[in-house]
Structures are given as C-alpha cells and as structure tokens.
C-alpha cells in the first residue's frame, strides 16, 4: 500500500509539467478530439517511459543525463516556435494539429519519467503497477490543463497565449543552460 502510495505522490510530481504545458496549449483552444488525443499519449508514454528508464537502467544512465537537458531544451524550444508562428498568423490557426505535434508534446512532457524509471531501476524490477499509476494520473493532469487553458484563453484572449510563450522560452533556456 505505501508503494501505491509513493507511486502516486510521484505521478502527480511527474503530471505538473503535462499540466503547466496543457494550460498553454489549451489556450489554442484544441478540438474535444485533440484534447482527448494528446491526453492519451501523454498517459501512453507516461507508462511507457519509466519502464523503458527501468529496463536500461544503469547502462545508460551516465550518457542521458548529459544529453537529457540539451534535448529538453530543444523540444520545449521548437514548442515556442511554433506557438509563435501560430500566434502570429492573423487568422484562428492552432498549435498541435498534427499527430506527430501531439506526440512530440507529450514526448516533452514524459522524458522526465524515463529517468524516474531509471532512477527506480535501483529498487524496483517491476513498474507495472507505478506506469499504470504515473499513466492514469497524467491523462487526467492534461486534461484537465487543457480545460483549464481553453478557459483562460476564454477570459484572456491573446494575452494567455503570449505568456505561453514566454513560459516556453525560459523552460528551453532553463534546460540549455
């Protein structure tokens, strides 16, 4: 039960992210279908990243870590880019309107889950149970973001989106350096 327990105070550490992104992106106001979408990969590759991390485990620890900030820098850093293009199209366009867009967000937004799983690969042999918690837990921070984001954007108009971006950069800065 206190594994569980763990588990679950981990997955909602491991949501924030998924739910902080969600809110910029529900800004763009995604269809109920988009939403729903982007919500299941994020929980598919919340289970399918740690156990992954837990399965390599040690053998490629050192060289992700190295690695592992540079690439999140970039994905957060094309994520800006993108939602800059869009913001500065004149006419109602929205980010994330392809597949491979909503697999590269919630592939930003689990990376983090790769190295808990390798981190847990020092303890734990089975994260069956730890995906299925970390996967339920950031389908529903997403959506919940994206909800929630499609408000503010309601309220906010433009202004929610230029923050978004904003948020964005820093989070890519903050991973280069």
């Known amino acids: ?36 979408i982007l919500s299941l ?9 740690p156990n992954l991390g837990n399965v390599l485990g040690q053998k490629f620890l050192h060289g992700f870590i190295l690695y592992g900030h540079l690439i999140m820098g970039i994905v957060f850093l094309i994520l800006a880019i993108q939602m800059i293009l869009s ?44 995906g299925i918690i970390f996967s339920i837990t ?7 973001g994206l909800i929630f984001g499609k408000f503010l954007s309601n309220k906010t108009g433009d202004i929610g989106k230029l923050v978004g971006i904003i948020i964005l950069v820093m989070l890519s800065l903050k991973y280069f350096f």
Do not use: P, R, W
Request: with cysteine; charged share 15%.
């Open 1 to 36: 039960m206190s594994s569980i327990l763990l588990y679950f105070f981990m997955a909602v550490g491991l949501s924030m992210d998924a739910f902080s992104l969600a809110i910029l992106y529900g800004t763009n106001n995604l269809d109920k279908k988009k939403c729903i």
């Open 41 to 49: 990969f994020v929980g598919l590759l919340h289970f399918v990243m």
């Open 87 to 130: 913001f500065k199209d004149e006419k109602k366009s929205q980010c994330l309107t392809s597949y491979f867009e909503l697999f590269l967000f919630a592939l930003a937004v689990s990376i983090d889950s790769f190295t808990v799983g390798m981190a847990l690969s020092l303890e734990e042999h089975n994260l069956i149970i730890g």
């Open 138 to 144: 950031s389908s529903i921070f997403t959506l919940l």
